[in-house]
């Protein structure tokens, strides 16, 4: 009886350990994805093919209270391979489109007020 008692009390430290084993190891995987998205973040800025987007500092793109604006109205960020709440990095060909879009908004206005 005894013996088994110890098998079991075994049995748990091992499904323990194993607990363990598979949270520390999603852990790795999550941490080795955000490097790998950090290290092509690094590199589209080495490249100048995105640029740094912070509080106020284009009135087209900005991020304000953590969270992402376009010409002022809340944006998913999902747009920009990084956002943190404080900066996110935009691609040029996303920045591009925002400003296509920024042009067909202001004559879709212009075309209202005439």
Known sequence: MER???IYELQLQLT???KLINSL???KLKNEAEIKQLKDVILKLSR???IPVFDDSSPLVCVKDGKLFFLGEEIDPIIAPFFNGQVAVIEKDT???LRLMSKELEIE???KLT
């Open 109 to 111: 206005n212009s075309k």
């Open 16 to 18: 323990e350990k194993d």
């Open 95 to 97: 920045l591009n489109w």
């Open 25 to 27: 190891t999603q852990t």
């Open 48 to 50: 100048n093919d995105a």
């Open 4 to 6: 088994d008692r110890r």
